[in-house]
């Protein structure tokens, strides 16, 4: 693993325990940089946790021929590519895990137009600064992992672009997502479940989330015990028909939390 980086480095990591493998249940294994520090400001709130970011044994040997290629060429070109074969997911830890008996969880999907550049069509940036901010409150604490290769609910942003074209033009967004020849969600948990059972064990948690899906995949990769905790913010004129779509393919939303101003 991380054949690119100089062997002296990737030892002493080892050595401090900052670089480590968690196991995913017989489907391979996941390897985990931190904690790392890192001071969040949402706003006016101040929050301290710590950050591991973690990705797939199998995306880091996918990198070997690329790696090859950097250290022989030294080009700026190589180091982008390598950057782009790793889908690489965050646990963002508020508290000490040894004293949880029922944190607080959420599992949240990237999403650049809504985390990042602050797009009401979505609420999704209003969910995740929400999520840290719970979590941060709750007496016991919790994680939030952070999903990278989950952008349109698995569709990538290219594709998701062109969805928000045929939503423009009068399909919901699942239905934008068919038109396309693709799956109405194509998202991967195994590794959120992983890193829960990692961090969190075997015990109970309750899950910030809307979605019974997420409930189910994480169920069917092995945790049990999980509480939905309903999960609305961020809800604008500009995503009302983007939530209706979700309430009619399933997510735990009513009428009034839709129509709430």
Known sequence: MFTYIDPSVRERLVEAGKLFRIDRDGAGTISALGPIPMPLQLGEQHIDVQWYATVRNTELTKIEDLAAELRA???????????????????????????????????????????????????????????????NQDEQGGMLIYMSGHEGRGIGLWAKAATY????????????????????????????????????????????????????????????????VKHVFGVTDANRRYLSAKQDWGHRLSTEDINES
């Not at 190589?78 to 607080?104: C, I, K, Q, Y």
């Not at 599992?107 to 719970?134: K, N, W, Y």
């Not at 239905?175 to 590794?191: C, E, H, T, V």
């Open 73 to 135: 060429k030294h080009g700026q070109r190589s180091f982008a590519e390598l950057a782009s074969s790793m889908a690489v997911n965050s646990v963002l830890l508020v508290g000490d895990p040894e004293t949880w008996s029922n944190p607080l969880i959420r599992v949240h999907s990237s999403c650049m137009t809504g985390d990042v550049f602050g797009s009401q069509r979505c609420e999704c940036g209003p969910q995740f600064q929400s999520a840290i901010s719970l979590i």
């Open 165 to 228: 074209l045929l939503q423009d033009g009068g399909e919901d967004t699942y239905q934008a997502n068919r038109s396309l020849g693709l799956p109405d969600d194509s998202r991967d948990f195994s590794d959120a479940a992983a890193l829960i059972k990692h961090f969190r064990g075997d015990g109970p948690f309750r899950l910030l989330t809307n979605n019974p899906k997420k409930i189910d995949d994480l169920t069917n990769a092995g945790l049990s015990d999980i509480t939905p």
